[in-house]
Nanobody, 124 residues
Protein backbone atom coordinates (compact mmCIF):
# COMPACT_ATOMS: atom_id res chain seq x y z
CA UNK A 1 0.00 0.00 0.00
CA UNK A 2 1.21 3.47 -0.90
CA UNK A 3 0.47 6.27 1.56
CA UNK A 4 0.11 9.69 -0.04
CA UNK A 5 0.09 13.10 1.67
CA UNK A 6 -0.69 16.29 -0.24
CA UNK A 7 0.46 19.78 0.71
CA UNK A 8 0.67 23.25 -0.79
CA UNK A 9 -2.98 24.17 -1.14
CA UNK A 10 -4.36 27.52 -0.07
CA UNK A 11 -6.09 30.71 -1.12
CA UNK A 12 -4.82 32.60 -4.16
CA UNK A 13 -6.14 35.36 -6.39
CA UNK A 14 -7.09 34.68 -9.99
CA UNK A 15 -4.02 34.75 -12.20
CA UNK A 16 -1.79 33.56 -9.38
CA UNK A 17 0.18 30.34 -8.94
CA UNK A 18 0.42 27.47 -6.48
CA UNK A 19 2.60 24.39 -6.30
CA UNK A 20 1.14 21.23 -4.82
CA UNK A 21 3.29 18.41 -3.50
CA UNK A 22 2.43 14.77 -2.90
CA UNK A 23 4.79 12.80 -0.69
CA UNK A 24 4.66 9.01 -0.75
CA UNK A 25 5.56 6.68 2.10
CA UNK A 26 5.16 3.02 2.91
CA UNK A 27 5.54 1.16 -0.32
CA UNK A 28 6.54 4.44 -1.93
CA UNK A 29 5.31 3.57 -5.39
CA UNK A 30 8.31 5.01 -7.17
CA UNK A 31 7.37 2.69 -10.04
CA UNK A 32 3.70 3.71 -9.94
CA UNK A 33 1.84 6.09 -12.20
CA UNK A 34 0.93 9.14 -10.16
CA UNK A 35 -1.87 11.59 -10.86
CA UNK A 36 -3.77 14.57 -9.57
CA UNK A 37 -7.54 14.72 -9.48
CA UNK A 38 -9.81 17.44 -8.19
CA UNK A 39 -13.36 17.62 -6.92
CA UNK A 40 -15.45 20.74 -6.52
CA UNK A 41 -18.63 20.77 -4.41
CA UNK A 42 -21.48 19.04 -6.20
CA UNK A 43 -19.26 17.86 -9.05
CA UNK A 44 -17.64 14.56 -9.98
CA UNK A 45 -13.96 13.90 -9.38
CA UNK A 46 -12.03 15.21 -12.39
CA UNK A 47 -8.68 14.07 -13.79
CA UNK A 48 -6.18 16.94 -13.76
CA UNK A 49 -2.78 15.49 -14.66
CA UNK A 50 -0.87 12.22 -14.63
CA UNK A 51 2.76 11.15 -14.98
CA UNK A 52 4.40 7.82 -15.76
CA UNK A 53 6.75 6.27 -13.22
CA UNK A 54 9.80 7.38 -15.20
CA UNK A 55 8.44 10.89 -15.64
CA UNK A 56 8.86 10.55 -19.37
CA UNK A 57 5.15 10.66 -20.17
CA UNK A 58 2.61 13.14 -18.89
CA UNK A 59 -1.09 13.64 -19.57
CA UNK A 60 -3.02 16.81 -18.79
CA UNK A 61 -6.74 17.35 -18.59
CA UNK A 62 -8.17 19.63 -21.26
CA UNK A 63 -9.17 22.30 -18.75
CA UNK A 64 -5.62 22.77 -17.45
CA UNK A 65 -3.49 22.37 -20.58
CA UNK A 66 -1.07 25.25 -20.99
CA UNK A 67 -1.46 26.28 -17.33
CA UNK A 68 -0.56 23.28 -15.17
CA UNK A 69 2.54 21.07 -15.18
CA UNK A 70 3.10 17.75 -13.42
CA UNK A 71 6.53 16.45 -12.46
CA UNK A 72 8.06 13.91 -10.09
CA UNK A 73 11.24 13.34 -8.13
CA UNK A 74 11.51 9.62 -7.43
CA UNK A 75 14.57 10.10 -5.23
CA UNK A 76 12.35 12.15 -2.90
CA UNK A 77 9.22 10.04 -3.52
CA UNK A 78 7.35 13.23 -4.38
CA UNK A 79 5.10 14.39 -7.19
CA UNK A 80 4.43 18.04 -7.92
CA UNK A 81 1.64 19.97 -9.61
CA UNK A 82 2.64 23.46 -10.70
CA UNK A 83 -0.49 25.52 -11.26
CA UNK A 84 -0.20 28.85 -13.07
CA UNK A 85 -2.78 31.36 -14.33
CA UNK A 86 -5.28 30.04 -11.82
CA UNK A 87 -8.97 30.70 -12.38
CA UNK A 88 -11.89 30.67 -9.94
CA UNK A 89 -13.14 27.49 -11.64
CA UNK A 90 -9.96 25.74 -10.48
CA UNK A 91 -11.30 25.92 -6.93
CA UNK A 92 -11.58 22.37 -5.59
CA UNK A 93 -10.07 19.79 -3.29
CA UNK A 94 -7.04 18.35 -5.07
CA UNK A 95 -6.18 14.70 -4.55
CA UNK A 96 -3.01 12.78 -5.30
CA UNK A 97 -3.44 9.22 -6.51
CA UNK A 98 -1.24 6.28 -7.49
CA UNK A 99 -1.74 3.18 -9.59
CA UNK A 100 0.49 0.39 -10.89
CA UNK A 101 -0.69 0.57 -14.49
CA UNK A 102 1.92 0.74 -17.23
CA UNK A 103 0.58 3.93 -18.80
CA UNK A 104 -1.16 7.00 -17.39
CA UNK A 105 -4.89 6.41 -17.05
CA UNK A 106 -7.49 9.09 -16.48
CA UNK A 107 -10.31 7.16 -14.82
CA UNK A 108 -10.42 7.59 -11.05
CA UNK A 109 -11.63 3.99 -10.65
CA UNK A 110 -8.23 2.78 -11.88
CA UNK A 111 -6.41 4.31 -8.91
CA UNK A 112 -6.26 2.32 -5.69
CA UNK A 113 -4.21 4.70 -3.58
CA UNK A 114 -5.41 8.16 -2.61
CA UNK A 115 -4.32 11.00 -0.38
CA UNK A 116 -6.64 12.97 1.89
CA UNK A 117 -6.69 16.00 -0.39
CA UNK A 118 -5.70 19.65 -0.13
CA UNK A 119 -8.03 22.60 -0.66
CA UNK A 120 -7.28 25.10 -3.41
CA UNK A 121 -9.39 28.25 -3.49
CA UNK A 122 -9.03 30.84 -6.25
CA UNK A 123 -10.71 34.19 -5.62
CA UNK A 124 -11.89 36.45 -8.43
Amino acid sequence: QVQLVESGGGLVQAGGSLRLSCAASGRTGSDYVKAWFRQAPGKEREFVAGISWTGGSTVLGDSVKGRFTISRDNARNTVFLQMNSLKPEDTAVYYCAATNTIVVVTRAQMYGNWGQGTQVTVSS
